[in-house]
């Protein structure tokens, strides 16, 4: 008896990839609708709005970073949609000088929603009438946020297109890929999963809390500390990675790992980790930006937590399941 792994694919894609990749993209168009509606009257009602509008639209692509795996990776669709931290330089550039903005020219960590978020929050220390004055007062800042609005809508549109297109249509090329080994579709949608723990706890946490390669905190690493979401995405990219592994509308890793393992040792100890991740999450109680350095013992909580999943992943799913792990872009790109 073998396990259907093709099944299991066809089940992920279909009740879990495709849906929230079809949010974000609604998400990403909403926001563009925004960002233009607060360019031609730029209040403080209509910057809040957008704001919130941001939010939303990055909270539905932590849903589906997990999911920057094939044809979308090698695309690079993630750097074209968020990769961060910001890069300040060239948005100043262009903003102070006088040609038109060329959106291929702009560094991916100045566009997407990196580059929205800045725009759009600017920093902790300052208010939203301040906010709508600097777009007053220069309209290059106005045609900047469009186009980086525009842009980020076509990019949306194109991962759409990507699993959903006439053209591309990878959700087939996923579902029935008989490669084995590294390029067999559930090697890499493990992978995707991988990555993702393995970035929120190196990148999202670990760095900018002082507890990986330096001891000292820098909130600048966070990714949407100007919006104060930060946690809030760490929370939705783990919460992705549970949703594919025990997934409730079909099979899942879950179901895969226990066939093979013949009991639930293993699925046991990560639903256990999952919810200890959750735990922690809750044990913080203001912005992430703040509590690496006033929250100290709940973040080496939380990091104890995340490092326990990564560890479980990374060993006894991955060698029941024989996957052989590639490298992860987890330095925050």
Same mark, same amino acid.
């Given at each position: 008896?073998?396990?259907?792994?093709?099944? %299991?694919?066809?089940?992920?894609?279909?009740? $879990? $990839?495709?849906?929230?990749?079809?949010?974000?993209?609604?998400?990403?168009?909403?926001?563009?609708?925004?960002?233009?509606?607060?360019?031609?009257?730029?209040?403080?009602?209509?910057?809040?709005?957008?704001?919130?509008?941001?939010?939303?639209?990055?909270?539905?692509?932590?849903?589906?970073?997990?999911?920057?795996?094939?044809?979308?990776?090698?695309?690079?669709?993630?750097?074209?949609?968020?990769?961060?931290?910001?890069?300040?330089?060239?948005?100043?550039?262009? @903003?102070?000088? &006088?040609?038109?903005?060329?959106?291929?020219?702009?560094?991916?960590?100045?566009?997407?929603?990196?580059?929205?978020?800045?725009?759009?929050?600017?920093?902790?220390?300052?208010?939203?009438?301040?906010?709508?004055?600097?777009?007053?007062?220069?309209?290059?800042?106005?045609?900047?946020?469009? @186009?980086?609005?525009?842009? /980020?809508?076509?990019?949306?549109?194109?991962?759409?297109?990507?699993?959903?297109?006439?053209?591309? !249509?990878?959700?087939?090329?996923?579902?029935?890929?008989?490669?084995?080994?590294?390029?067999?579709?559930?090697? %890499?949608?493990?992978?995707?999963?991988?990555?993702?723990?393995? @970035?929120?706890?190196?990148?999202?946490?670990?760095?900018?809390?002082?507890?990986?390669?330096?001891?000292?905190?820098?909130?600048?690493?966070?990714?949407?500390?100007?919006?104060?979401?930060?946690?809030?995405?760490?929370?939705?990219?783990?919460?992705?990675?549970?949703?594919?592994y025990f997934n409730t509308s079909g099979s899942g890793i879950a179901d895969n790992v226990r066939f093979i393992s013949k009991n639930n040792n293993i699925n046991d100890k990560i639903r256990n980790q999952f919810a200890n991740i959750d735990k922690a999450i809750d044990q913080i109680h203001m912005p992430l930006r703040l509590a690496i350095d006033q929250q100290k013992k709940p973040?080496?909580?939380?990091?104890?937590?995340?490092?326990?999943?990564?560890?479980?992943?990374? !060993?006894?799913?991955?060698?029941? /399941?024989?996957?052989?792990?590639?490298?992860? &872009?987890?330095?925050?790109?």
């Amino acid at each position: 008896e073998v396990f259907d792994s093709k099944e %299991m694919i066809a089940d992920i894609t279909k009740n $879990i $990839i495709l849906p929230s990749i079809s949010n974000f993209e609604k998400q990403a168009i909403l926001l563009e609708k925004q960002a233009l509606a607060f360019a031609q009257n730029p209040t403080e009602e209509s910057l809040v709005t957008a704001q919130e509008q941001w939010k939303n639209t990055a909270v539905s692509y932590a849903n589906i970073y997990a999911f920057n795996i094939g044809v979308p990776k090698k695309k690079f669709m993630h750097h074209l949609l968020y990769n961060w931290p910001v890069f300040v330089n060239d948005f100043n550039k262009a @903003t102070a000088s &006088d040609n038109k903005i060329n959106i291929d020219k702009i560094s991916t960590r100045s566009k997407g929603l990196t580059g929205l978020e800045y725009l759009l929050f600017v920093s902790n220390d300052i208010s939203n009438k301040k906010i709508v004055d600097l777009f007053i007062a220069n309209p290059k800042r106005v045609s900047y946020l469009i @186009t980086v609005a525009k842009d /980020l809508k076509k990019q949306a549109l194109k991962l759409s297109e990507i699993w959903n297109g006439q053209q591309e !249509n990878y959700q087939e090329v996923f579902i029935n890929n008989a490669e084995t080994g590294l390029k067999s579709s559930l090697n %890499m949608l493990c992978n995707g999963l991988f990555n993702v723990v393995g @970035t929120v706890k190196k990148a999202k946490l670990g760095k900018p809390a002082g507890l990986q390669g330096s001891s000292s905190t820098n909130y600048d690493l966070l990714q949407a500390y100007r919006s104060e979401i930060s946690l809030q995405l760490i929370r939705n990219n783990i919460a992705s990675v549970q949703k594919v592994y025990f997934n409730t509308s079909g099979s899942g890793i879950a179901d895969n790992v226990r066939f093979i393992s013949k009991n639930n040792n293993i699925n046991d100890k990560i639903r256990n980790q999952f919810a200890n991740i959750d735990k922690a999450i809750d044990q913080i109680h203001m912005p992430l930006r703040l509590a690496i350095d006033q929250q100290k013992k709940p973040i080496e909580k939380l990091f104890k937590e995340i490092t326990e999943l990564v560890w479980l992943l990374n !060993n006894d799913v991955r060698s029941t /399941l024989s996957i052989i792990v590639t490298p992860t &872009d987890n330095d925050g790109d």
